[in-house]
């Protein structure tokens, strides 16, 4: 499969993936912890369907520290005793901030209240803006046909 846009080569995609990138930085410097972040990021794009963003997030977790067996266990996390309260929190928000059309009222009110208790104020907005991020990229990967071969190596683009 070919990429029908080369992101990293067009000049208008350049100057927005510089802002991008910048806004990463910054979620990823606003305490939320990397490995929560990191489930987070696979969660969403395991529901996206997005191949390019599972390759990075997956060895950005192992690399992070993460282990296999909670890594392969992220799309069932509900069921398995592996996770913190804190990130079955996080999942359940990403979840729901993902699936926003398949719900009537978006992120129901338990499930905020639930990763509030959990998150502090600056955590949570960068969980939030981290879901949002994620659900973009996702979509800009598969709308273009972004390929993955499994090449991605961690710290690449972080």
Known sequence: MDARLDFFAAPVSGKALKHFMAAGKVIREAGLPVLTQELV???????????????????????????????????GWREATVFTEAERAALALAEEGTR????????????WENAARHYDADQLTALV??????????????????????????????
């Open 41 to 75: 990021s696979t969660r969403v794009s395991q529901i996206n369907g997005c191949a390019v963003c599972l390759d990075m997030h997956a060895k950005e977790a192992l690399a992070a520290g993460e282990s296999p067996v909670r890594l392969a266990l992220v799309a």
């Open 100 to 111: 926003v059309a398949d719900a009537a009222e978006g992120v129901g009110d338990a499930v």
């Open 129 to 158: 803006i981290h879901i949002g991020f994620m659900n973009m990229v996702n979509r800009m990967n598969i709308i273009t046909r972004q390929p993955c071969a499994g090449d991605y190596v961690a710290g690449q683009l972080h």
